[in-house]
RNA sequence: GCCGGUGUAGCUCAGUUGGUUAGAGCACGCGGCUCAUAUCCGCGGAGUCCGGGGUUCAAGUCCCUGCACCGGCACCA
């Protein structure tokens, strides 16, 4: 059985985690997930950065000890993956014994190739950025960042003989092309190669909080040097031979993309020096912007992955960020794009999937299937194919190649349902033993897109399978659990939808701040009402896009007086009507709607004829943005009741008729 | 200033090692179906792949150049 072992970046612990440390968290846990799936044995690490002056200085603020306030974050962050369903198997902290023993124990070999010696530094220093600063960047004496004064240090320093393996990296590179993906961060950190590398300091003088270099225990180890052994550290280094020969080297790094050279360069020529293997590879991710906008604490852009997970579950958040975000690029989160995501993807096509056939099996089939394996048609070759290209996909780490693959199992099923139309199956007795078939296909086809999302949607999916009878089996294996079963039995569960459709609860209120610039979108539903429809009119620094206030729960929420009143409802009468040629159900209308005379074009076609609705009055909605029908621009809508399977039925109203342009409140 | 990114359908974006009529989802229009969460299926319209050079039998894809937009040089994924 082979072995993987993967890892994230650790985490400094100034602030619980937002989106973009979430993004990262999930991706390595789809990939942690996979390997587990396809049988290897995986050792899933993540961590806290806890040896940082911003985090000691931080607790002294709160009047706390650094470790106390470590170990409370330390909750934290665990409380945020738990409901991320983040499948660690180890966490790591810097702070830890067996960290500083494996510290301790590289740094001393890393001496004892003689690659580390004494100097000084001296110049200007920020405590709040924890880095030199040069004179000229001095702003009238100050910081330019903070704005405060530096402090001039002299001190000694510990430099890490970094140049020495520019030519050794070169080569690495040269010989392991994998070694860090994607390209881009590679031709970059190549180029940074090729023009040089300077020796790096790796202590710092005078702190209590890290780690002591064990030839200067007066110094601690940078924070930098420090946190990338972790990866180390956790597997043995310096404290379990056996643990560490067993897990090292590491399979792969998963990184965000601005730390690339330390893990592309630093790390491996410490590891170079100190005389141990390299990781086999590294993989710089993209970041994830808010509404396209980078995500900052100062900004107040940022989302709390656990308000996502807290609204739809763990699940739709991450098939979001797996599949809608190219893996390794940049992506952007923006509440419509993920509410309309999570209605196409999982209400309409995969939740109804599965809604779709479990209902078609309980009323024909009393929810049994017992399948001889006659036919599948395209279905099963489209599956397995899907399969194969999901595999390539994730063994390559593109994440979302491997979504969409296991998707278009869904949209073959859905395909074969349309072609195979069970419910004509079903009207003849003859063809009994085909519906079964057919039946038992499609919840073949859930079953297989189902295990291939387990690791994106550990728990939908693992409950799809459980309703299509296939219950995840204790250490499912892909190879087993992926081939098309052409027959067999089942008990298919009916159920609640697992992803009720977000429907929009707030009318599509005539936004007047927003200049129509974006088109006419005239959707038939009302937009949701979102955070940034009450963000707009701010002034753009101080709103949080955190929404805490509206949660859009499914379901009935009542809007406010406010809300209502921003719809202008109006009475009008009818001036002329006239059936829109080449359509079955629109009419266009002209009507008077007191102050002026309207355009509007309204689907009542199949109720009432047009001559039969002139001189009538009815009731519209005033301020609704233009949209065009049919190539003619609506100016409003005609308010109809609109029964279940019926004919719209206009809104009229008591005698005496109301005059046009009254308003309907 | 330094470094980097992006520019492909109305919108959001894919486009593997350059290789047939450039794709998806959403939106829009038309049609079909009724098992299903008004869901699903089919068809359709619309792109000077930012501009200009170049390499090549062949360029959205490589090279040069111009333009536009954006980001970083705080913390941070």
Not at 1 to 7: K, V
Not at 497 to 519: C, G, S
Not at 613 to 640: C, D, H, W, Y
């Amino acid at each position: 059985m082979s072995r993987f072992y993967l890892t994230t970046a650790i985490d400094y612990v100034n602030s619980r985690p937002h989106l973009g440390t979430a993004y990262e968290k999930i991706t390595a846990d789809v990939i942690a997930r996979y390997r587990r799936l396809r049988g290897d044995e995986t050792h899933f690490l993540m961590g806290n950065d806890e040896h940082s002056q911003n985090v000691y200085r931080r607790a002294v603020e709160l009047g706390l000890d650094p470790l106390a306030y470590c170990d409370r974050m330390e909750q934290e962050f665990r409380e945020v993956w738990r409901k991320l369903d983040i499948s660690f198997d180890d966490f790591i902290r810097t702070t830890e014994p067996r960290h500083r023993a494996g510290v301790t124990a590289l740094a001393e070999r890393i001496a004892k190739a003689g690659d580390l010696y004494e100097g000084h530094y001296e110049g200007w220093y920020c405590v709040s950025c924890e880095a030199f600063k040069q004179e000229k960047d001095l702003v009238d004496g100050n910081c330019p960042v903070h704005l405060r004064p530096p402090e001039w240090i002299r001190e000694k320093n510990h430099f890490f003989r970094l140049s020495k393996y520019r030519q050794p990296l070169i080569d690495h590179f040269a010989a392991h092309p994998e070694f860090l993906v994607p390209d881009v961060r590679r031709n970059e950190i190549l180029r940074l190669l090729e023009s040089g590398l300077e020796d790096i300091s790796v202590s710092r003088a005078g702190q209590s909080w890290g780690i002591p270099l064990p030839s200067d225990p007066s110094s601690v180890v940078y924070v930098w040097f420090d946190a990338l052994i972790n990866y180390a550290s956790a597997v043995g280094l310096g404290t379990d031979a056996g643990q560490f020969a067993r897990w090292w080297p590491a399979d792969l790094h998963v990184i965000g993309k601005d730390i690339t050279r330390f893990h592309a360069a630093v790390w491996p020529a410490m590891l170079m020096s100190a005389g141990v293997a390299l990781p086999r590879q590294i993989f710089g991710h993209g970041f994830v912007s808010l509404k396209g906008q980078k995500m900052s604490k100062s900004l107040g852009t940022i989302l709390d992955p656990v308000d996502a997970a807290d609204r739809f579950g763990a699940d739709p958040l991450r098939l979001y960020l797996v599949k809608e975000i190219a893996y390794g690029a940049d992506g952007d989160f923006s509440w419509e794009r993920f509410e309309e995501r999570y209605n196409v993807d999982l209400a309409n096509n995969l939740g109804n999937l599965v809604n779709r056939v479990a209902a078609m099996t309980d009323r024909y089939r009393g929810g049994r299937l017992r399948a001889s394996g006659a036919t599948a048609g395209r279905l099963a070759a489209t599956a397995e194919a899907a399969v194969a290209d999901y595999r390539r996909s994730m063994d390559a780490l593109a994440l979302h190649e491997g979504a969409a693959a296991a998707y278009r199992i869904v949209d073959a099923a859905n395909e074969f349902i349309a072609e195979t139309e069970p419910w004509t199956l079903a009207r003849d007795p003859a063809q009994a033993g085909r519906l079964t078939q057919t039946l038992y296909d499609v919840t073949e086809a859930v079953r297989l897109a189902a295990t291939l999302l387990l690791p994106i949607m550990p728990s939908s999916s693992a409950q799809m399978l459980r309703r299509v009878g296939e219950p995840v089996p204790e250490g499912l294996e892909l190879h087993d659990a992926a081939r098309w079963r052409p027959a067999g039995e089942r008990v298919v569960a009916k159920a609640d939808p697992l992803w009720p459709r977000l429907e929009p609860k707030a009318p599509p209120a005539a936004a007047p701040e927003e200049p129509a610039a974006k088109a006419a979108h005239s959707t038939r539903r009302a937009k949701p009402m979102s955070e940034e429809q009450k963000d707009q009119p701010a002034p753009p620094a101080a709103l949080p896009v955190t929404p805490t206030a509206t949660p859009a729960q499914a379901g009935g929420e009542r809007i406010s007086i406010d809300e209502f009143m921003k719809v202008e409802l109006r009475v009008a009468k009818v001036l002329a009507a006239e059936k829109v040629p080449n359509s079955k159900k629109l009419v266009k209308l002209q009507v008077d709607v007191g102050t002026e005379q309207r355009t509007l074009v309204a689907g009542i076609a199949d109720a009432y004829e047009a001559e039969s609705l002139v001189g009538r009055t009815v009731a519209v909605v005033f301020n609704l943005k233009p949209a065009k029908l049919m190539g003619i621009e609506s100016n409003g809508m005609v308010l109809a009741a609109s029964p279940e399977g019926g004919k719209p039925a206009l809104v009229t109203f008591d005698e005496p008729v109301p005059p046009p342009g009254s308003r309907v409140r």
